[in-house]
């Protein structure tokens, strides 16, 4: 730092002597230079300050290499503007067709003069209801929200198409489902930030567990969950009961998994890591870095060696699980990879990709796990792919789009096997039956749709929800779980 020349002055320079090798001096030390030199008969001018060659040099390297990492940072604010854009996009255009769905609904009975059997009891809902939303939070993900709503749960017979039971008690939408290994029990996680507990056999909630993605371990004794609030948390399924809260994520965690022996939680986020916990110790036990974007998607593989994840950075990443380290990098996508899931032999990793509205590199791609490489690239959608599943026998992969089509893809032969159209808007999620025989659809279009994987038509159309279908899952004995965004 520049100072005062004179002995013992620390005050900053104001002016610098022409005549005495270029002192520089504070304004209390001038008069005092000035009066010595008057005395020697030397006379001194004094004028603005100029720095040595060698230290102006340096001072414009420096200010050159500062103005370099401001303009880094604002392409970097830039980037992740745009991540947040996106996000507020895609839930405008939710909320948006939420309540259009609603107003067109009341705008049909409003239109009536004549009324059917059926419309009756609607209108006297209407004559009852008052709608009161709560302020829209983005944060929060909850643009629609009627403080007096409830959302719905939705179990569907599959055998005999109908609708088995609604489930109400959530007061925001709902983002994941998951069904105990023993049929007993469905766990959903919202938008209202808890984890509710379903009796499937007495058609029941049993109880609130004060969040996003959800995750059941093998044995039925844990939930995992992910949320908004940078957390993933573990509940005590048996006392219905918070049992850890694992911090770490400095940012929305989005998905969540669990290895078959119990041992570790895997958790992906828009903090672009990838985390394992120690579900027995209840800590942190590694941080898995390498994405450069959220990470949209995680999968293990039934042996836990390995962890696969897909981010919108556009990659398809492995990681070894027992060394806790990035096995491969898996490049080939050229937008974002939504949906990861791996073949119950272990052998093949299949990812969907695409972003909304985009017509280009929508696509399927399979990737050799062993060999860490590209196997195929699977094309025909012509939107975002939403979802991927996997039939148990490794035969066939499904898949769901924005582009309002499921499609079967014959893993062996690495060819599209069939387009399954009926869906009207977006296509969520797909889920297949543990015989293989039938794939199940949500979709935007308010219906969960029932296909026959072996004969590739459309089994049966299920009608009820009264928003779009987020997810869908399957129970062993033939019961499908849907639940409203």
Not at 42 to 54: D, G, N, Q, Y
Not at 296 to 303: E, F, G, N, P, R
Request: with cysteine; proline share 1%.
């Amino acid at each position: 730092m520049l100072k005062c020349s004179m002995l013992g002055c620390d005050e900053l320079p104001y002016e610098q002597c022409t005549n005495c090798d270029s002192l520089i001096l504070c304004k209390k030390c001038i008069p005092i230079h000035f009066a010595y030199c008057f005395k020697k008969n030397f006379r001194c001018t004094f004028e603005k300050i100029k720095l040595p060659t060698r230290s102006f040099t340096e001072l414009r390297n420096s200010i050159k290499k500062s103005i370099s990492k401001v303009e880094h940072q604002k392409i970097k604010i830039m980037v992740e503007a745009q991540k947040i854009i996106h996000q507020i996009e895609s839930m405008m255009k939710l909320a948006f067709d939420q309540l259009n769905n609603i107003i067109l609904e009341y705008n049909e009975i409003y239109n009536k003069t004549e009324f059917e059997e059926e419309d009756y009891k609607r209108i006297n809902d209407i004559i009852r209801e008052s709608l009161d939303f709560e302020d829209p939070s983005f944060f929060e993900g909850s643009l629609t929200k009627n403080k007096k709503n409830k959302i719905e749960r939705v179990i569907w017979n599959l055998l005999e198409k109908r609708l088995e039971v609604v489930l109400e008690g959530h007061t925001s939408y709902v983002n994941s489902v998951a069904i105990t290994s023993d049929n007993r029990f469905v766990v959903s996680g919202s938008y209202d930030k808890t984890v509710r507990v379903w009796n499937l056999l007495e058609k029941r909630q049993e109880a609130v567990l004060e969040v996003n993605s959800v995750a059941i371990t093998s044995d039925n004794r844990f939930v995992v969950s992910g949320s908004y609030d940078k957390t993933v948390r573990v509940w005590n399924l048996l006392e219905k009961r918070q049992e850890a809260v694992l911090e770490g994520h400095t940012s929305f965690v989005k998905s969540v998994a669990i290895t078959s022996d119990n041992r570790f939680v895997v958790s992906g986020s828009s903090d672009n890591t990838v985390r394992v916990w120690n579900l027995l110790e209840k800590r942190q036990e590694a941080v898995l870095e390498g994405h450069t974007s959220s990470v949209w998607s995680v999968a293990i593989t039934s042996d836990n060696r390995f962890v696969v994840s897909g981010s919108c950075d556009k990659t398809v990443r492995v990681w070894n699980l027992l060394e806790k380290r990035q096995e491969a990098v898996l490049e080939g996508h050229t937008d974002e990879v939504n949906s990861v899931a791996i073949t119950s032999d272990n052998r093949f990793v299949v990812s969907g990709s695409g972003s909304h509205g985009s017509s280009d590199n929508t696509t399927v791609r399979v990737w050799n796990l062993l060999e860490k490489r590209q196997e195929a690239v699977l094309e025909g959608h012509t939107d975002r792919v939403n979802s991927v599943a996997i039939t148990s026998d490794n035969r066939f992969v499904v898949s769901g789009s924005e582009d309002n089509t499921v499609r079967v893809w014959n893993l062996l032969e690495k060819r599209q096997e069939a387009v399954l159209e009926g869906h009207t808007d977006y296509v969520n999620s797909v889920a297949i039956t543990s015989d293989n025989r039938f794939v199940v659809s949500g979709s935007d279009d308010k219906t969960v749709r029932v296909w026959n994987l072996l004969e590739k038509r459309q089994e049966a159309v299920l009608e009820g929800h009264t928003f779009g279908v987020n997810s869908v899952a399957i129970i062993n004995d033939n019961l499908c779980i849907s639940h409203l965004t």
